[in-house]
């Protein structure tokens, strides 16, 4: 029995033992894609990932200098986007890394998936602990990446940070500046707990203390989309309304036509935030309250600048450990839900709702930024079983939003529900008196 026809990469099996290459057979022809399953067709047309460069060349050296003087020691002016040279004092603005790049243009046209160079993959081998040379006195400094992206010489006070953009996707693409100032998150967070304190833990209320607040960058995938969306389901249109029965046993009916309803949508989407550390996208809210941290959203992600490490001085950060694999799923989600908005206004006329039982999303193409966003946090560990609960108070390092979870004391909540309870049944009887 001759062998079938196979690409000719593809082994022979010609008998027991390992598989053998064969060249391909004289006159065979290469397969055509179109003759393939969809899953596997749509995998190998799909063009290869593109990169965008948006690495830095000021900072091809690794090192943050002044552009008037090449010194080192850069601050960030506080509340502002602005950087400013310690030594000659000039200041100086980071260049927005949409207008550098064009991230905002061109999003409808946009196909297959777009990767700029600090959204690549980070590779399995990339170690969190860097040691650096201090080019000031020759010092060896160590910076452990996953929290922090700068040090300072502790021999010569020479300010230097982890600005090349590696292959291994340590280093973001872009960085939004803090502008809110930590006095201001103090005094935020002061009068977020202040307005709960009376049902608050009794521990908590001991061991607040707002000062401990934590200005900290978190990593995010800022993503464009391009995208088409069709759903389909059965929507209802009341028809009549009426009651049988009498007493308890008295009950209200409805009549209502039903309708198969379909829609397409083609949208796009410009810069959708998804969090980048697999710690932050753990929204399991029997041990912390990370999606606190999502209604603090939005950020105005069209400022961020080119990544310059003098930005994080004096701030956490946090390292990124998902790609845009792992986020492939998250967006996807999200977009369907975009969707189903989108499409919410057409299906007003259906009064009784509509139940989408499918859905399909064909994602023409995407583009992937990733960048640090300013968060100040307030943490705290509420003990208890499996680990105990993580409570967070956060504030929107540019629009001063916050949100928090305050640990409370559920029998005040208890008592505090029967009073209420009482009080309205008590009400309720007076009311009935006085209409009898």
């Keep these: 029995m001759s062998n079938p026809t196979r690409p000719p990469s593809a082994p022979a099996y010609t008998g027991p033992g390992s598989p053998q290459e064969v060249p391909p057979q004289a006159g065979s022809s290469p397969i055509d894609p179109a003759t393939l399953p969809e899953p596997i067709r749509d995998e190998l047309l799909a063009p290869d990932p593109v990169a965008i460069d948006t690495s830095a060349e000021e900072l091809k050296d690794g090192l943050n200098r002044c552009p008037k003087c090449g010194a080192t020691d850069i601050r960030q002016k506080p509340g502002?986007?602005?950087?400013?040279?310690?030594?000659?004092?000039?200041?100086?603005?980071?260049?927005?890394?949409?207008?550098?790049?064009?991230?905002?243009?061109?999003?409808?046209?946009?196909?297959?998936?777009?990767?700029?160079?600090?959204a690549r993959d980070i590779a399995a081998d990339a170690a969190s602990l860097m040691s650096f040379k201090c080019t000031g006195c020759g010092a060896e400094v160590t910076i452990n990446t996953a929290n922090a992206m700068t040090a300072r010489c502790h021999w010569c006070r020479h300010v230097f940070g982890v600005n090349e953009q590696v292959a291994n996707g340590a280093v973001p693409d872009a960085v939004l500046p803090f502008h809110i100032k930590k006095d201001d998150a103090v005094a935020r967070i002061r009068q977020f707990v202040d307005k709960?304190?009376?049902?608050?833990?009794?521990?908590?209320?001991?061991?607040?203390?707002?000062?401990n607040v934590i200005g900290v960058y978190l990593?995010?995938?800022?993503?464009?989309?391009?995208?088409?969306?069709?759903i389909a389901g059965h929507g209802e249109i009341k028809t009549r309304e009426y009651t049988r029965g009498s007493g308890d046993n008295k009950k209200t009916y409805y009549d209502a036509d039903v309708y198969q309803v379909q829609r397409h949508v083609d949208f796009t989407?410009?810069?959708l935030p998804l969090e980048s550390s697999s710690d932050r996208g753990n929204l399991d809210t029997r041990s912390n309250t990370n999606n606190i941290i999502n209604t603090i959203l939005p950020f105005d992600t069209k400022n961020a600048v080119k990544w310059n490490a003098s930005y994080l001085s004096g701030y956490s950060s946090e390292k990124r450990d998902r790609d845009v694999e792992h986020l492939r799923p998250r967006l996807e989600d999200q977009l369907l839900s975009i969707a189903r908005a989108q499409v919410e206004q057409s299906v007003r006329r259906y009064d009784r709702g509509v139940r989408w039982e499918q859905e399909g999303l064909d994602l023409h193409g995407s583009r992937w930024v990733s960048m640090y966003l300013p968060v100040w946090l307030y943490s705290y560990h509420q003990p208890g079983s499996n680990g105990g609960m993580l409570h967070y108070i956060a504030v929107n390092g540019r629009t001063g939003e916050t949100m928090g979870s305050v640990p409370v004391q559920q029998w005040k909540l208890l008592m505090t529900a029967i009073t209420v309870g009482t009080v309205l049944e008590g009400i309720a009887l007076w009311i009935l008196g006085s209409s009898s």
């Design 219 to 230: 990593p995010y995938m800022i993503v464009d989309g391009n995208a088409s969306a069709d």
């Design 80 to 118: 502002s986007d602005l950087l400013i040279c310690l030594y000659c004092r000039n200041e100086w603005h980071g260049q927005r890394v949409e207008e550098e790049f064009g991230l905002g243009d061109g999003i409808d046209q946009l196909r297959g998936t777009v990767i700029a160079s600090g």
């Design 269 to 271: 989407v410009d810069d």
């Design 196 to 211: 709960r304190r009376l049902f608050a833990l009794k521990e908590f209320k001991e061991q607040f203390t707002p000062e």
